[in-house]
């Protein structure tokens, strides 16, 4: 059974950073992708960043340059950086996997966390 627990979320003030993470069991392909996504609240999921197998990467102009994503293989685990945080970037965070690369732009056809909230301050 694929498991995907999402955890590092918090409140902050604009400005600083949080390290989510995105831990990831009974998923075993040499090929997959994996994404971050996040919602307001009464609004549509936004997919926000991207990184498969082969080491591609992609993130939304919304986040671009202030946010960075990677994989630890060995502990089967993405995490994604968030720098500089604004007010606007509060929402739910929600990680993403599927064992075939490229599926969705942000790799969001495929398994699901249940989510991390971050919340920034001004």
């Known amino acids: 059974q694929v498991r995907l627990v999402e955890s590092g979320g918090g409140s902050v003030q604009s400005g600083e950073s949080l390290r989510l993470s995105c831990e990831v069991s009974g998923f075993f392909h040499s090929s997959y992708c994996m994404g971050w996504s996040r919602q307001v609240s009464g609004k549509e999921r936004e997919g926000i960043a991207y990184i498969d197998s082969d080491g591609n990467t992609r993130f939304a102009n919304t986040v671009k340059g202030r946010f960075s994503i990677s994989l630890d293989d060995a502990k089967k685990t993405m995490y994604l950086e968030l720098n500089n945080l604004k007010p606007e970037d509060t929402a739910m965070y929600y990680c993403?996997?599927?064992?075939?690369?490229?599926?969705?732009?942000?790799?969001?056809?495929?398994?699901w966390g249940q989510g991390t909230q971050v919340t920034v301050s001004s």
């Open positions: 993403s996997a599927d064992p075939v690369a490229d599926s969705g732009y942000y790799c969001d056809r495929g398994y």
